[in-house]
């Protein structure tokens, strides 16, 4: 195998990538690079379904526990960080798996990412103070009818990525999408990207139970211990700003949880609909290793 190979486990949350990701790093003998944007933080553990420190262990891996909460952490963060790590595992390796859902991460990895237009702080100000008095669902609204493009499959719980895809919109004219569509790089290695597919049913089961697992886990006091950084971007996210409104008493702990659930189908769905607009994903059905390391390693190039 001469040529390099940066294989790509991504699928929804609660999918599997995990556990896949390690048989297949085992497998070929290599290390593993999370492309995933909250497991980067140390602070954060059980609601971002860290693998386990087991798991950890068995292989070494690159972007987990990398980062601070306090620390700014972006796509392009990502670009650089993995492809420093990618090379560092080239030099005596000819595969990498990469494993996360993150989208937006994979294809900055991937194709690069554009330079982004300079925005005007008058106008950065203004959309700032208007989510400040009204709120998450002015913001997503908004969103909604000026750039729906984004809001299709962008992180509408995730204030930062609404206010950031709104003021370029406001500003160009143009859908974030739209800029993060071009001029893809080449990169000196291949990659193969490939996409867990599980029926509907089944990935409902599974976010689900996983939710519950969290909670028996012990996610709720992680909350409570984070509840102070609640501002960082890095904690708006599915599992812990639910938990933040019960702790301010504003709904009851099963409603919580229940929210929990419902928004993570629907980042799960989201994720999937932005695979399917990347005509280079190959669909798998299942997770299971006897059937994934045989393709996968047909795909690969051969010298």
């Given at each position: 195998?001469d040529?390099?190979?940066?294989?790509?486990?991504?699928?929804?949350t609660?999918?599997?990538?995990?556990a896949?990701?390690?048989?297949?790093?085992?497998?070929?003998?290599?290390?593993?690079?999370?492309?995933?944007?909250?497991?980067?933080?140390?602070?954060?553990?059980?609601?971002?379904?860290?693998?386990?420190?087991?798991?950890?262990?068995s292989?070494?891996h690159h972007?987990?526990?990398?980062?601070?909460?306090h620390?700014?952490?972006?796509?392009?963060?990502?670009?650089?960080?993995?492809?420093?790590?990618?090379?560092?595992?080239?030099?005596?390796?000819?595969?990498?798996?990469?494993?996360?859902?993150?989208?937006?991460?994979?294809?900055a990895?991937c194709?690069?990412?554009?330079?982004?237009?300079?925005?005007?702080?008058?106008?950065?100000?203004?959309?700032?103070?208007?989510?400040?008095s009204?709120?998450?669902e002015?913001?997503?609204?908004?969103?909604?009818?000026?750039?729906?493009?984004?809001?299709?499959s962008?992180?509408?719980?995730?204030p930062?990525?609404?206010?950031r895809?709104?003021?370029?919109?406001?500003?160009?004219?143009?859908?974030?999408?739209?800029l993060?569509r071009?001029?893809p790089v080449q990169?000196?290695?291949?990659?193969?990207?490939?996409?867990?597919?599980?029926?509907?049913?089944q990935?409902?089961?599974?976010?689900?139970?996983?939710?519950?697992?969290?909670?028996?886990?012990?996610?709720?006091?992680?909350?409570?211990?984070?509840?102070?950084f609640?501002?960082?971007?890095?904690?708006?996210?599915?599992g812990?700003?639910?938990?933040?409104?019960?702790?301010?008493?504003?709904?009851?702990?099963?409603?919580a949880?229940?929210?929990?659930?419902?928004?993570?189908?629907?980042?799960?769905r989201?994720?999937?609909?932005?695979f399917r607009?990347?005509?280079?994903?190959?669909?798998?059905?299942g997770v299971?290793?006897?059937k994934?390391?045989?393709?996968?390693?047909?795909?690969?190039?051969?010298?």
């Amino acid at each position: 195998m001469d040529q390099k190979t940066v294989i790509i486990i991504t699928g929804p949350t609660g999918s599997g990538k995990t556990a896949l990701a390690i048989e297949l790093a085992r497998h070929f003998r290599t290390e593993i690079i999370s492309a995933d944007s909250r497991q980067c933080y140390a602070e954060m553990n059980i609601g971002v379904a860290k693998p386990s420190p087991d798991q950890l262990r068995s292989v070494k891996h690159h972007f987990i526990d990398s980062h601070s909460i306090h620390d700014r952490v972006n796509a392009g963060t990502f670009e650089q960080y993995a492809l420093h790590a990618a090379e560092a595992i080239f030099k005596d390796r000819s595969v990498v798996i990469m494993a996360g859902g993150t989208g937006l991460y994979i294809k900055a990895f991937c194709e690069g990412l554009d330079e982004m237009p300079v925005i005007d702080l008058l106008l950065r100000r203004q959309i700032v103070d208007q989510y400040n008095s009204f709120g998450l669902e002015w913001l997503q609204q908004e969103v909604k009818e000026k750039d729906p493009v984004y809001y299709a499959s962008g992180e509408i719980l995730n204030p930062q990525r609404l206010l950031r895809a709104l003021e370029i919109k406001l500003s160009t004219g143009l859908s974030i999408r739209d800029l993060q569509r071009r001029r893809p790089v080449q990169r000196p290695f291949k990659t193969l990207k490939m996409v867990i597919d599980l029926p509907r049913e089944q990935l409902r089961i599974n976010i689900n139970k996983r939710v519950d697992q969290m909670m028996e886990q012990g996610l709720l006091e992680e909350a409570s211990s984070l509840l102070p950084f609640r501002e960082l971007n890095a904690l708006q996210t599915v599992g812990y700003t639910e938990l933040f409104e019960y702790l301010d008493g504003t709904t009851t702990l099963d409603e919580a949880i229940e929210r929990i659930k419902s928004n993570t189908r629907k980042y799960a769905r989201r994720q999937l609909t932005w695979f399917r607009k990347d005509p280079d994903m190959h669909w798998i059905a299942g997770v299971d290793p006897a059937k994934w390391i045989p393709l996968v390693s047909s795909m690969i190039p051969q010298p």
